[in-house]
């Protein structure tokens, strides 16, 4: 195993070396000794044994080459969690939990975790360090449409940071000559490794140049180009042992949905109690100043393309437009009332929302929702329009703290919204949310919108 493994090896048995000596710190700490008995030592061995084995299952020695050192972090605690639940249970079945200091063991577990960090994090400056000198990288050959390969071509000044140096590029051609042409370019490179950036109608070409190569032991890789297809967290799944290349999907799915959810419970019940007195004073003031509704309704459409009622003050005065129109507010619409006007420009139109969100139906973050007719129009005239409706809309999102909110007059204007919601999209996280929330905070509430 070392032989084929060295790295893997080297990492897991000073990982293991890691926790032992993470397991002595903690009986220090706990009982002012250095010296621990048998039973200690038995218990340790077995939790060092569990991590390290669990390490393997999720791949947490596998090559680090390619991979963002957050990544790497997460499946190395992702390996530990599950651990610690194999110990829990065993404990309980075996009723020794009682048997070892609860301090001793979360001590440990806590020093040895920071010390595997720490390991991993000077690993990955030293690799860095390493490859910024020209060290420790595989050299590519790349293969290209006569297109170019665009999107590998943007990312060359970050490839040695990842472990990987292109070398040469080489467009796709047909015949034998070329395929000698390819022979003679990786091996005068040396290359460790054969790049395919070629588009998914190139299969044949790609068959082709698989079968050529067989008798070479050069490492191949295909990279489809999907750089003129709108893509929406993609990912590649297996299927029933089938791999999926997934062009678009919502990344609000299994733990990230529960996390979402969570999120808008949490701060919505929150956020409802703090406005509920200035709601009241608001719908007061609406009540006093124009006859109608202190509440105005509006189908929007939703996750997953559900249409569900939209919450508002009424900010303008009571009128009917034609079916299906929606005509957007504009500077001085006499529509808009004094109170609405203020409303507006504070986004405090927008309070009972909140309500929506505590409902299941909106997000605090997320894209806005638009009219049901704004939907239909744009939906022709901006690609990837609807795909929007892949999360829940919010009462604020990345669009908005960037500038594009209230009124859309323009089709560009659109086009960069959509664009915004859909990096969102495909780059949600907690804190992603959290930033936002804080930025409309800051400098989202007024917003000089009519």
């Not at 009986?27 to 000794?33: K, N």
């Not at 390991?119 to 060290?135: E, N, P, Q, T, V």
């Not at 409902?359 to 022709?380: C, E």
Request: glycine share 8%; proline share 4%; charged share 20%.
């Amino acid at each position: 195993m070392a032989e084929r493994y060295p790295v893997g090896f080297f990492a897991g048995v000073t990982e293991f070396i890691l926790i032992v000596t993470g397991s002595y710190v903690a009986h220090y700490l706990r009982f002012g000794d250095w010296h621990m008995t048998d039973f200690y030592l038995v218990g340790t061995f077995i939790l060092g044994l569990i991590v390290v084995g669990c390490q393997v299952m999720v791949g947490g020695y596998l090559s680090w080459r390619g991979r963002h050192f957050f990544r790497q972090l997460g499946r190395v605690y992702s390996a530990w969690l599950l651990a610690l639940g194999i110990i829990a249970g065993a404990a309980v079945l075996l009723k020794v939990s009682a048997d070892y200091s609860r301090i001793w063991f979360l001590t440990t577990v806590c020093v040895a975790v920071a010390l595997v960090t720490g390991f991993r994090l000077l690993i990955y400056l030293l690799l860095r360090y390493s490859r910024s000198k020209g060290r420790n990288l595989k050299r590519v050959v790349v293969v290209e449409s006569e297109d170019g390969a665009s999107q590998l071509r943007s990312r060359l000044d970050i490839l040695p940071e990842h472990g990987y140096q292109a070398v040469h590029f080489i467009t796709l051609k047909s015949g034998a000559n070329w395929i000698r042409e390819l022979e003679d370019t990786l091996e005068s490179n040396g290359a460790h490794e054969l790049w395919l950036c070629l588009p998914l109608e190139q299969g044949r070409a790609i068959k082709t140049v698989l079968r050529a190569m067989r008798h070479l032991m050069v490492d191949i890789r295909y990279f489809p180009d999907l750089g003129d297809l709108p893509l929406l967290n993609h990912r590649v799944s297996e299927v029933a042992g089938l791999y999926t290349l997934d062009l678009s999907f919502s990344p609000m799915q299994g733990p990230a949905r529960i996390v979402k959810r969570f999120e808008d419970l949490t701060l919505g019940v929150l956020i409802s109690v703090l406005v509920l007195p200035l709601c009241l004073i608001i719908a007061i003031a609406i009540k006093c100043t124009s006859s109608g509704p202190v509440i105005f309704k509006q189908y929007r459409t939703g996750i997953s393309g559900r249409r569900f009622k939209v919450y508002k003050f009424r900010s303008m005065e009571v009128h009917e437009e034609s079916s299906g129109q929606v005509t957007q507010a504009r500077p001085g619409d006499p529509r808009i009332t004094r109170l609405g006007a203020f409303l507006r420009r504070t986004s405090l139109d927008e309070l009972p929302q909140f309500f929506n969100v505590l409902q299941g139906r909106m997000s605090i973050v997320g894209p806005r929702p638009h009219a049901l007719a704004h939907n239909d129009f744009y939906k022709n005239e901006v690609e990837s329009y609807m795909q929007r409706h892949k999360v829940k809309p919010g009462i604020t999102g990345w669009a908005q703290v960037n500038g594009y909110r209230g009124s859309t007059d323009t089709l560009e204007k659109m086009e960069k919204r959509v664009e915004h919601d859909l990096w969102y999209i495909d780059n949600w996280s907690l804190g992603l949310d959290l930033k936002i929330i804080a930025k409309t905070v800051v400098k989202g509430f007024f917003n000089g919108e009519p």
